[in-house]
């Protein structure tokens, strides 16, 4: 199994800053790609930030300028620096890896984490 675990959520003030972490474990053989998603109240879920493997970095127009996405493959773990927030960022933060897994060998699965609350206030 393959679990993702996000943490660094949080309340904060409008221009203020938050660092999140996604670490993925379990039988992972290897991971394709590994990015951020996000649900505000009554909206869809939508990307914020994807690191591939093998392509270019993508960000979502509200974020760009502001966010950055790193990426410890090492860890297996990826990263979501928040700059400049404000309070239409508010939204439920998901973890997200496109994974290959170890046991059962090659098999290629979208794993998603729990969710880490950040709400930006006025």
């Known amino acids: 199994q393959v679990q993702l675990v996000e943490s660094g959520g949080g309340l904060v003030q409008a221009g203020g800053s938050l660092r999140l972490s996604c670490a993925a474990s379990?039988?992972?053989?290897?991971?394709?790609?590994m990015g951020w998603y996000r649900q505000a109240p009554g909206k869809q879920r939508e990307l914020v930030a994807v690191?591939?493997?093998?392509?270019?970095?993508d960000y979502a127009d509200s974020v760009k300028g502001r966010f950055t996405i790193s990426r410890d493959n090492a860890k297996n773990t990826v990263y979501l620096q928040m700059n400049s927030l404000k309070p239409e960022d508010t939204a439920v933060y998901y973890c997200?890896?496109?994974?290959?897994?170890?046991?059962?060998?090659?098999?290629?699965?979208?794993?998603w984490g729990q969710g880490t609350q950040v709400t930006v206030s006025s």
């Open positions: 997200n890896a496109d994974v290959v897994t170890l046991r059962p060998l090659g098999r290629r699965y979208v794993y």
């Open positions: 379990g039988s992972i053989f290897s991971i394709n790609a």
């Open positions: 690191w591939p493997s093998g392509g270019s970095i």
